[in-house]
Structures are given as C-alpha cells and as structure tokens.
C-alpha cells in the first residue's frame, strides 16, 4: 500500500528557512503528483503547493515568491523549500499523492501523510 513519511518541520523564527520532505513508497512509478497541504489550529486545510509526474507545479497565492516545491523521482521523495517564513505559515504539514493531477484542490488526493509540525513565531 501506498505510504507517506513527512520530516523536516521546526520552529523557526520568522524570516528564517525550513526544507519539508515527504518519502512515498508503494507507487509502481513515478507517474503520480504530489502535493502539500497544511491545516493551522482551527482552520480549514488548504493546498499550499502541488507538482505533477512531469514537474509542472501549483502554488497558492500566499507562498509565491517564498516557497518552491520539488522533486526527486529516483528517491521518490517531494521537498519543500520554505524562505521568508511568517508566523502565519504556522500549521501543520501534509504530504498527499495521487495518480491524478489535482493540483490543489483537497478533495481530489487519495493518498495522506501524518504531518509534520511548523511553528514560526515573530
């Protein structure tokens, strides 16, 4: 079955960098997007930035400029690098996977991780 492992969250101050990592197992392939998504306290959770099997990435308005999302298909492993942190980043981090390209829209992703903490204070 399907597996994702997420690493890589802190507490950071703000303007300092974290880097997420998600490690997928049980794929066949490399023929499935990926995606991160994060929920803070009492919020809904929301798509933060997704990539395709071909690389072709999805960003939310309110990370453009800060965050970029890739992709090692050899170790099947998606990375997050986050710069510029604000304590409104602060949330919970999810790993998701699908064979299809949902971009960010939530619902669409079969496949969930446990998260990964990310705590940024000012």
């Known amino acids: 079955q399907v597996q994702l492992v997420e690493s890589g969250g802190g507490s950071v101050q703000a303007g300092e960098s974290l880097r997420l990592s998600c490690v997928a197992s049980g794929f066949t392939d490399s023929s499935y997007s990926m995606a991160w998504f994060r929920q803070a306290p009492g919020k809904e959770r929301e798509g933060v930035a997704g990539?395709?099997?071909?690389?072709?990435?999805d960003y939310a308005d309110s990370v453009k400029g800060r965050f970029t999302i890739s992709r090692d298909n050899a170790k099947n492993t998606m990375y997050l690098q986050m710069n510029s942190l604000k304590p409104e980043d602060t949330a919970m981090y999810y790993c998701a996977a699908d064979r299809h390209w949902w971009h960010l829209w939530r619902p669409g992703y079969k496949y969930w991780g446990q998260g990964t903490q990310v705590t940024v204070s000012s």
């Open positions: 990539i395709d099997s071909d690389g072709t990435t």
